[in-house]
């Protein structure tokens, strides 16, 4: 709905380097949106983060008393510990 549409915003205005989403119905028969973001910069997740549309994702999932969840994964990585593995 709105709120995603304004978060993928938000991800576009806060300079996400790639970002990918899939939608699926889990066996719990909820339905699911996912978000995937990857920043080459820490001040543009930084940004991100401190974006009306993720402080207004969160007040809605308080509002509605959990009917949608948010789940938030973060990490960083320094240059020397990135590898890439080929299959």
Known sequence: G?????????????????????HFRD???????????YWRELRGFESFLASAAFADAGSLHA????EFGLWLEAF???????ETLFS
């Open 2 to 22: 709105a709120t995603l549409a304004a978060l993928d915003e938000a991800l576009d205005a806060h300079a996400a380097d790639h970002r990918t989403h899939a």
């Open 27 to 37: 066996a719990s028969n909820y339905e699911n949106e996912v978000r995937i973001a």
């Open 63 to 66: 509002a509605t008393r959990g």
């Open 76 to 82: 960083t990585i320094p240059r020397r510990r990135f």
